[in-house]
Antibody
Framework: QVQLVESGGGVVQPGASLRLSCAAS?????????IHWVRQAPGKGLEWVSF????????FYADYAKGRFIISRDNPKRTVYLQMNSLRVEDTAVYYC?????????WGRGTLVTVSS | EIVLTQTPLSLPVTPGEPASISCRSS????????????LDWYLQKPGQSPQLLVY???YRASGVPDRFSASGSATDFTLKINRVEAEDVGLYYC?????????FGQGTKLEIK
């Protein structure tokens, strides 16, 4: 079955960087699917972060992520990355990756990022 | 940015009774190029990741029981559960994917009375 597994979260200080990974399995033609990152701050709702299309040529970001976050993908490794720089306290959240292109039809379990001094 | 506003934010329901959640968009979600309305619904059960319930206005995702239905116009949308069951508790979100940035509603918490 379709599986998306996030990793790379942790506790960092403001201004630090983290790279999240999203490893996909259980479906063919990975390079034909877009992948989203969506986050959820503690006790809050869902907030879209970023999206990357098939070969990585088209990437989209939420305003708060522009200039700080970079989404990329390695199709042979079936993995999508989210490089997060200049992290802020308000970036604290569970970060989910989700298969998209159309609706977000499969989601991972998420990885927790905590930004705290 | 397209803003989605859900009502109510909290929804206590007796098992077996119907439930309805509304979602209003600040802009039309109808794509004039293909005639489709890009509004989806997700459910996040307690302690779980979100799951897709309904896509493109009214199409139930695979495995979603037919007690769930969705409808709407270009800016006003409704998710209905015709007989709520205990397993339906959680946070319901509407979401638009007509244009970036994708956006979600604030979420509606359905709980059992």
């Amino acid at each position: 079955q379709v599986q998306l597994v996030e990793s790379g979260g942790g506790v960092v200080q403001p201004g630090a960087s983290l790279r999240l990974s999203c490893a996909a399995s259980g479906f063919t033609l990975f390079n034909k699917y877009g992948i989203h990152w969506v986050r959820q701050a503690p006790g809050k709702g869902l907030e879209w972060v970023s999206f990357i299309l098939f070969e990585g040529s088209n990437r989209f970001y939420a305003d708060y992520a522009k200039g700080r976050f970079i989404i990329s993908r390695d199709n042979p490794k079936r993995t999508v990355y989210l490089q997060m720089n200049s992290l802020r306290v308000e970036d604290t959240a569970v970060y989910y990756c989700a298969r998209g292109g159309g609706p977000l039809d499969h989601w991972g379990r998420g990885t927790l990022v905590t930004v705290s001094s | 940015e397209i803003v989605l506003t859900q009502t109510p934010l909290s929804l206590p329901v007796t098992p077996g009774e119907p439930a309805s959640i509304s979602c209003r968009s600040s802009q039309s979600l109808l794509d004039p190029d293909d005639g489709k309305t890009y509004l989806d619904w997700y459910l996040q059960k307690p302690g779980q990741s979100p799951q897709l319930l309904v896509y493109t206005l009214s199409y139930r995702a695979s495995g979603v029981p037919d007690r769930f239905s969705a409808s709407g116009s270009a800016t006003d949308f409704t998710l209905k559960i015709n007989r709520v069951e205990a397993e339906d508790v959680g946070l319901y979100y509407c979401a638009q994917r007509l244009r970036f940035p994708y956006t979600f509603g604030q979420g509606t918490k359905l709980e059992i009375k």
